[in-house]
C-alpha cells in the first residue's frame, strides 16, 4: 500500500480546499442540520459547485459524469469535506446508490439514474431499517406485491436519513413471502413523491431533524424501477452497506475533533492554561492522536483495495468500527476536559466551543449503529475476514 499522494491528489485536495474556504461561511464549523432551510439550501449550492467541477463522482466512468479517477481521489474528497463537516456530499447517490447501479442495474436505469446523480440534480435516501427490523435487516416486512405492469409497496422505513428532503429511495423489500429470510428479497427504487409515500419526522436527542420514518401505503412502482433480479436483492443490498462502510467520515470527523481539542488544550486562556502542563492530559491526546491516524490508514487501505478492482468487506467493517469507536472516544474525552460548561447548549456565552463537543456527542451516538452495528461488523469481521463459524 502507498503511504503517499501522487502530484495530482495533492492538487486536487488544494483545489477543494480553497473551493471550500470561498464556499463555507466565514463563521461555519457545522455540521449541517438538514431540518435547517437555510443549511439545506447550502447544501444545495455547494452540491452544484462540485459537481460543475466534476467533483462528486470523480472515479466514476465518463460515460457516467465521471472521470475514471481512482477509488483514492474520491477518498480524499470525502476526508477533506468530512474534515471541514462541509455540507454538500450526496452520499447516498455517489457512494452507496451510484456504485451498486453500476454493478447491479440495467443500461437504461444507469442512463436515466446516473447522470441525474452526477449533476447534482438528485438526492437520494435509503430504506433498510424497519421499526420491527434493524441488526436482523434480513426479516424486513416491507413488501412489494406483483400487480403485473407495477408492484404495489406497503409498509414502513424508519431512521431514513434525509427522506424529507429526498427525491428517490432505494429500499429492500420482501417480494416472495414464503422465502427464508434472506431470499425473497428485492431492491426497488422509489419516488418519494409518488402517492402513498407520508414522511414523518423523528427529532434525534441533539435536537435536529434527520431521520424519519417513511410509511408506504399501496405505493405503485413501476416494474422498471427493479434493480437486478427479481427476489435477488440481499445481495445487491449488501453490496449496498459495503459501499457504505467503507467511508472515511468518521476518522476524518475525528481528526478535525481532536485538532479542536488540542488547540483549546494549547490556548492561553487562564481558565484551561493548567491543561496545557498536566501530563496526564498530553497523554491521552498523544493516545487518541495515535488510534485517529491509525483509523484512518484503514480507512485509506479500504480504498486501495477499492482500486484494484475489489469490495473489501471485512476491511470496510474493520475500518468502520475502528473510526466510529475512535469519534466516539474524542468526543468523550473532549466533554471530560471542558467539564459542565461543556455541556450548555450552543448560543449560551458560557459554554465552552461553542457548545459543539456536547451536541457532536449526542448526534453521533448513532455512529456505531448506523450501517449496521459495530457488533454485527464484528460478526462480519470474525466470519468473512477470519474464516470462523457462524453460532
Avoid at 488544494?14 to 439545506?40: C, I, K, Y
Amino acid at each position: 500500500m502507498r503511504f503517499d499522494f501522487t502530484t495530482e491528489e495533492k492538487e486536487f485536495k488544494n483545489q477543494l480546499s480553497s473551493f471550500l474556504d470561498e464556499a463555507l461561511p466565514e463563521d461555519w464549523h457545522g455540521p449541517a442540520d438538514e431540518s435547517r432551510d437555510d443549511h439545506w439550501a447550502l447544501n444545495q449550492q455547494i452540491k452544484r459547485g462540485l459537481a460543475e467541477r466534476g467533483w462528486l463522482v470523480m472515479s466514476w466512468p465518463k460515460e457516467y459524469g465521471g472521470a475514471d479517477s481512482s477509488p483514492m481521489m474520491n477518498t480524499i474528497f470525502a476526508e477533506q469535506m468530512a474534515y471541514r463537516r462541509a455540507p454538500g456530499h450526496d452520499r447516498f447517490g455517489t457512494r452507496m446508490f451510484g456504485p451498486t447501479l453500476m454493478r447491479f442495474g440495467t443500461e437504461e436505469q444507469r442512463k436515466k439514474y446516473l447522470g441525474s446523480i452526477a449533476r447534482g440534480e438528485i438526492q437520494w435516501c435509503q430504506g433498510y431499517s424497519e421499526p420491527n427490523s434493524g441488526s436482523d435487516l434480513a426479516s424486513l416486512q416491507t413488501r412489494a406485491i406483483d400487480k403485473g405492469d407495477y408492484f404495489e409497496v406497503t409498509g414502513a422505513k424508519i431512521w431514513t436519513s434525509l427522506a424529507h428532503r429526498a427525491d428517490m429511495m432505494f429500499m429492500l423489500v420482501r417480494t416472495d413471502l414464503d422465502a427464508t429470510p434472506h431470499k425473497g428479497i428485492s431492491l426497488l427504487m422509489v419516488d418519494m413523491k409518488a402517492p402513498g409515500v407520508e414522511v414523518n419526522p423523528i427529532i434525534n436527542m441533539a435536537g435536529v431533524h434527520s431521520f424519519n420514518q417513511v410509511v408506504f401505503d399501496q405505493v405503485k412502482v413501476p416494474k422498471e424501477n427493479l434493480i437486478g433480479d427479481m427476489n435477488d436483492g440481499w445481495r445487491a443490498g449488501m453490496t449496498v452497506l459495503n459501499f457504505e462502510r467503507s467511508g472515511i467520515d468518521y476518522a476524518a470527523w475525528a481528526r478535525a475533533a481532536l485538532e479542536e481539542l488540542i488547540d483549546y488544550v494549547k490556548s492561553e486562556d487562564s481558565e484551561v492554561n493548567s491543561l496545557k502542563s498536566d501530563p496526564t492530559v498530553g497523554r491521552k491526546l498523544a493516545e487518541l492522536q495515535v488510534e485517529v491516524e491509525a483509523a484512518r490508514l484503514m480507512c485509506y487501505d479500504v480504498s486501495y483495495r477499492q482500486g484494484k478492482g475489489e469490495i473489501p468487506s471485512s476491511e470496510a467493517s474493520m475500518s468502520k468500527v475502528v473510526a466510529t469507536e475512535t469519534y466516539i472516544k474524542v468526543l468523550d474525552y473532549g466533554l471530560e476536559l471542558l467539564g459542565m460548561y461543556g455541556v450548555l447548549e450552543p448560543g449560551s456565552n458560557q459554554a465552552e466551543l461553542q457548545g459543539r463537543f456536547f451536541k457532536l456527542r449526542m448526534f453521533y451516538t448513532s455512529g456505531p449503529i448506523l450501517a449496521g452495528t459495530n457488533e454485527i461488523q464484528k460478526n462480519i469481521i470474525a466470519q468473512r475476514g477470519l474464516g470462523l463459524p457462524r453460532k
